[in-house]
């Protein structure tokens, strides 16, 4: 049940100042970000690791009235310094409460279990408030973030928005690229969530997807392939690139507008390509 959705029935334990998790080998520190160095360190990860502008940082003074709208910003510590953020508004949407978990960072070396963390811990502290669902929105062409938002969190998604930020956004990391995104949907109440964050979920391998058949497909599975490493064919062939965001960006338009939602993820660090897994939902869901 979603009540049973806590910080420490997902391995958290209670420390005077937050929370603290054993992520690998390492101790980490979680704690609710609320003085002015922290949400420095906020804007420093944002920095870092999308290499935003000015222009585009969620800075403190966004940042600090998260809070005040029923969401958090939380903050992942080794030692004093903060390796890993996560930040959700709290909303109404369509009749219903929803967290908006509007951006996570994570320093490059943490990689590897911290944004798993962070998501689980975000998870815990919105159903305490009373939220059951939640959204986020992802580049479509990140396979990393795909594995873990697919099959290590068990989101969906059947919403392809188009150039959401325009072409200039994060030029350090997109390379100029149209800032396409997924609409990512959580639903904290189901089944599919639940047995994930709690570990009873196995994700798929690397071969999962071999014998689904590519989109378009006459069958209530099918697959759409993206690059495995969307930052290395940047830097390389950045031509390359913007003809993936477009096919891809063509593909989920046409599959989502045919009943598939994306339910699924496959593939490998050393494999060529990686794939979506989308299923064929019942009309009216």
């Known amino acids: 049940m979603i009540d049973h959705l806590t910080p420490e029935a997902l391995g958290f334990h209670t420390t005077p100042d937050g929370w603290q998790r054993q992520v690998g080998s390492r101790a980490i520190d979680f704690r609710a970000v609320r003085t002015r160095d922290d949400f420095a360190q906020c804007e420093r990860l944002q920095r870092d690791v999308f290499g935003v502008s000015e222009t585009d940082l969620a800075s403190f003074s966004i940042m600090v009235v998260i809070p005040k709208t029923g969401g ?9 310094r903060m390796v890993g953020y996560i930040q959700g508004y709290g909303g109404w949407v369509e009749g219903r409460p929803l967290l908006l978990s509007d951006l996570m960072a994570v320093d490059p070396a943490w990689r590897g279990g911290l944004g798993f963390a962070l998501k689980s811990l975000q998870a815990a502290l919105a159903v305490q408030v009373g939220f059951r669902e939640a959204a986020w929105t992802v580049d479509p062409l990140r396979a990393a973030n795909a594995r873990l938002n697919f099959e290590r969190l068990g989101a969906t998604s059947r919403v ?17 690229l149209p800032s396409d995104r997924l609409y990512i949907h959580w639903d904290l109440d189901s089944e599919r969530v639940r047995e994930r964050l709690f570990g009873a979920y196995r994700p798929l391998n690397a071969d999962a997807a071999q014998n689904v058949p590519d989109y378009p497909a006459d069958a209530s ?3 759409v392939a993206v690059p495995t490493d969307i930052d290395t064919l940047l830097a390389r062939d950045p031509d390359g690139a913007r003809e993936w965001r477009f096919a891809v960006r063509r593909q989920l338009e046409t599959a989502f507008t045919d009943g598939f939602s994306i339910v699924g993820f496959a593939g490998s660090r050393t494999a060529a390509n990686a794939y979506y897994v989308l299923e064929r939902q019942p009309k009216g869901q």
């Open 160 to 176: 392809y928005e188009e150039n959401v930020y325009g072409e200039e956004f994060a030029g350090g990391l997109y390379g100029g």
């Open 72 to 80: 958090e910003v939380i903050g992942a510590f080794d030692g004093t």
């Open 221 to 223: 599975q099918t697959r």
